[in-house]
């Protein structure tokens, strides 16, 4: 069964005209390290709750989305034991007690491999969603996010994730510059800073759409509605060489 094309999303700053078989959703570092208490988000002192209000729609975009048939990315922040691919200004950055590659409660912090550095149970992949392992904010640097994109024929981006304001906003300035048209699910990406947030999604949608579109999931799964189904295949890790 095909999927339509040209589905219209009401959004900012006008509406947002996709074609399923060319758009992936793309859920950015909804990781344990970053939205579970006890991890390396809650122990800079931020407040996970502001992220966890992200879940309960996103587990609604993903459930349509993978109904649908869309290709479906994730990515997850985290480094090489060894941390080679950590660079110092990274590294200790802050000046607080607590850094990447250090034990935490969920394990070494932002290491590959570790349990908090892996995906929320709630947005756990499945078979045939490839999931893109990054050492930096956007997931273009030094991953294959961007040769898998051409690979499938993706054209349009589907945003989710954490946070708005840096791996989120990083990834959709790395998909505008590189021709890709992008969609912020508003209320399925989030800020530890409730005005980051609020500013971050004005920036994507100003002067007619500098970045991309921003609507609410329930816009987005109204539109989504009209697309049929389709089927996947084997969970791919991808991870930089």
């Known amino acids: 069964m095909t999927t339509p094309a040209a589905i219209s999303v009401d959004a900012r700053p ?30 800079l002192g931020n407040d996970v709750s502001q992220l966890r209000s992200t879940i309960k729609p996103l587990e609604a975009v993903l459930a349509a989305t993978r109904a649908a048939g869309l290709e479906v990315i994730h990515t997850r922040e985290g480094h090489l034991p060894d941390l080679s691919d950590c660079p110092p200004s990274k590294l200790t950055r802050g000046r607080g007690d607590t850094h990447i590659g250090d034990p935490g409660p969920k ?6 491999g570790e349990y908090g ?13 490839i999931v893109i392992d990054k050492p930096g904010k956007g997931a273009f640097y030094a ?18 994730g954490v946070t708005t304001e ?11 510059d590189r021709g890709y048209e992008c969609l912020v699910l508003a209320d399925c990406v989030g800020s530890y800073f409730p005005e980051f947030q609020r500013v971050a999604l004005e920036m994507v949608a100003a002067q007619g ?19 049929a189904p389709a089927t996947a295949s084997a969970t791919t890790v991808l991870q930089p060489s």
């Open 117 to 129: 550095q892996d995906i929320i149970d709630e947005l756990a992949p499945i078979d045939g969603e």
């Open 107 to 112: 394990g070494r912090i932002l290491i590959r």
């Open 143 to 160: 991953t294959a996010f961007g040769d898998v994109l051409i690979e499938k024929g993706i054209k349009s981006l589907v945003v989710a």
């Open 166 to 176: 840096v791996c989120v906003h990083t990834t959709v300035r790395e998909a505008n």
């Open 14 to 43: 006008y509406e947002f005209t996709f074609d399923p078989a060319t758009t992936a959703l793309v859920i950015i570092d909804m990781q344990r390290d970053f939205l579970e208490p006890g991890g390396f988000g809650e122990s």
């Open 209 to 227: 759409g500098i970045f991309g579109w921003v609507a609410g999931s329930t816009d987005f799964l109204a539109a989504l509605a009209t697309a």
